[in-house]
């Protein structure tokens, strides 16, 4: 199902092939997920996993305004949206030094190129990680120290 203009209809099919692969997940979030469902009495196949208080698919509209916008600002994150939790995601991996081609596989890009001009201004902080790599394959000294570390600015293209 797919909301389109506040109007529920099946969704159409992803748009590259690229845009639907199986993904490896946490045991123990499968397992939570499992739960759920047990607990909420769903257990066939195509049941929805989360679903409207009233049963169906929760929309769209109704939770952003109902949940999601209430609960990012309790916690002082007003205007963070769900595309900023995909952004947020290729910054964990990244932080987690996964492969590029995973981190391309798993937000469905069928471009790696695509992935980091997408989601690469976003990671201005991994450069601090490179240079403090940089500087003790180089100099052999921990770059960490701030007093050995020197910010310098090149052209852009």
Not at 46 to 51: H, S
């Amino acid at each position: 199902m797919a909301e389109v203009e506040g109007v529920l209809m099946e969704a159409a099919p992803v748009k590259t092939k690229s845009s639907f692969s199986p993904i490896n997940t946490p045991v123990n979030l499968i397992d939570m997920l499992a739960e759920h469902l047990r607990r909420t009495g769903r257990a066939q196949p195509d049941n929805l996993v989360f679903q409207a208080p009233e049963g169906g698919p929760v929309r769209a509209g109704n939770f952003r305004n109902r949940v999601w916008y209430p609960a990012v600002k309790s916690v002082g994150l007003g205007g963070f949206t769900f595309d900023s939790l995909r952004h947020s995601s290729v910054g964990f991996l990244v932080a987690a030094e996964a492969n590029p081609l995973i981190i391309q596989r798993r937000v469905g890009n069928a471009s790696i190129n695509t992935t980091f001009d997408v989601y690469g201004p976003d990671l201005p902080e991994m450069d601090e990680g490179v240079a403090q790599v940089m500087g003790t394959l180089v100099f052999g000294t921990d770059s960490r120290d701030p007093g050995k570390r020197r910010r310098i600015r090149r052209p852009r293209n």
